[in-house]
């Protein structure tokens, strides 16, 4: 066969690729290297964060108040200012039915003291086991920081409610016992020192204090304002105010008058006691202290006035039953005195010379709560020892004194009242 007829192997190879299109499924894949790409550009997936639990703002009403009710009293101070809806579930008489119910409130004994720009409180627990003191300090209303240490030098405390009333020579503060919530409130009409003041029903009432005026201011705290509602038989300084039975009471003090006060009506005022009936407006006059003694302290509880008197060398207690007579009654006009157990006074801190002071409130409906002050006279030698803030309890039922721890000296002179916190 010539030369030219032949065939390559290698020829009919490349003519029948070339002529025979290639077949995908035989086709040979070349792997070609491709770099990593970047972590920056390509973040690890990370997985989804849990769900974050709801805050307690979310819960309704009547769950944010179990909460709030279980918080113990020493933190309750600045829960008011986390929010308008915290402020106001606290205020509300919810808090204070659920709080009672859980067993967080308990007859106290509320000492305030106004110095250096805020109210010092002292408040005494009595509850099952022994008394407890916690100590705290509330600022001052900016409304009254201009008031000097002297305006509420001798200031009266009066409970509403919940609420406290300090009121002062020309300025009155409205602070809440649980939370501590203070605001200023108006002044009585009539600048007041050393006066008479008490609660009667919803209303405020002060007496005595005063030698410009006997008149008598009643305050309505839902107005926030004053007004004279009458005149007291006498004017008083120095004199102790009390509410009980729907009855102002006003006991004794010295007389006071424009041209300045005289022997008798002093001797008079001292061991006496002026009684206004709040619903008709009339005055009564009890009659005195039997043996002469002068009325240092009183308060009201329940239906009944418990004064503590002194005797120049010893304290005398005694409570006032309106319309009724009992043992050391006189039995005559619309009540009589009863004489009870004297507070116990260590040895030597009552005598000639010496000068008591008693601050009195009722806790709950069956105790009694004095603060017992003496100190010597100036310009009198006695010998004795002063006696500063002691606290004395009296259980109306078992009729005894028991001591309970002396209040911080710095609220040995505060106003004082019974609470519920």
């Known amino acids: 066969m010539p030369a030219a007829d032949s065939c390559h192997s290698r020829s009919l190879s490349w003519l029948v690729k070339s002529c025979i299109r290639a077949d995908p499924a035989r086709h040979i894949a070349v792997p070609v290297p491709i770099p990593a790409p970047s972590p920056a550009l390509c973040p690890t997936p990370q997985p989804p964060p849990p769900s974050s639990p709801a805050p307690i703002s979310a819960l309704p009403d009547d769950l944010l108040l179990e909460c709030l009710a279980r918080v113990p009293r020493a933190s309750l101070p ?4 986390v929010c308008r809806r915290f402020a106001t579930l606290l205020a509300s008489d919810a808090f204070l039915h659920l709080r009672r119910a859980h067993a967080q409130l308990h007859p106290s004994l509320l000492a305030l003291s106004v110095d250096s720009g805020c109210i010092a ?7 099952a086991s022994a008394p407890v003191i916690e100590v705290a300090a509330l600022p001052l209303p900016l409304t009254l920081l201009h008031c000097g240490s ?8 009066v409970v509403l409610g919940r609420e406290v009333f300090l009121i002062g020579r020309g300025a009155m503060v409205r602070a809440d016992a649980l939370t501590g919530a203070a605001r200023a409130c108006a002044p009585t009409l009539f600048p007041r020192k050393k006066f008479a003041a008490a609660a009667v029903g919803d209303r405020i009432y002060v007496a005595g204090g005063s ?30 105010g009390a509410g009980a039975g729907g009855v102002f009471y006003v006991a004794g003090g010295v007389a006071m008058s424009g041209e300045g006060a005289r022997a008798l009506e002093a ?18 006059r009890p009659r005195a202290l039997p043996g002469g003694g002068c009325v240092v302290g009183a308060c009201g509880v329940g239906d009944h006035l418990y004064v503590i008197a002194s005797h120049a060398v010893e304290l005398s207690f005694w409570r006032w039953c309106s319309g009724a007579t009992g043992r050391g009654g006189d039995g005559r006009g619309w009540g009589g005195w009863v004489a009870l157990e004297a507070p116990p006074m260590p040895r030597g801190s009552v005598g000639l010379g010496m000068a008591v002071r008693v601050a009195m409130a009722g806790l709950g409906s069956n105790r009694v709560a004095a603060v017992v002050s003496a100190a010597a006279v100036r310009g009198h030698n006695t010998g004795g020892g002063a006696l500063e803030g002691m606290v004395l309890v009296y259980d109306i039922a078992g009729g005894k004194w028991s001591r309970t721890p ?14 519920e916190c």
């Open 121 to 127: 409180q002292a408040l005494l627990q009595f509850d």
């Open 267 to 284: 001797h008079v005022c001292a061991g006496s006691v002026d009684a206004l009936h709040v619903a008709s407006g009339t005055w009564a």
């Open 211 to 240: 030698a410009r005026t006997a008149a008598v201011e009643e305050y309505d705290p839902e107005a926030d304002a004053w007004r004279v509602v009458g005149g007291a038989p006498r004017r008083r300084y120095g004199c102790a």
């Open 78 to 81: 600045p829960l008011p200012a």
């Open 150 to 157: 002297s305006v509420f030098a001798h200031a009266r405390a």
């Open 406 to 419: 002396d209040l911080p000296p710095g609220f040995r002179r505060a106003a004082c009242a019974g609470v």
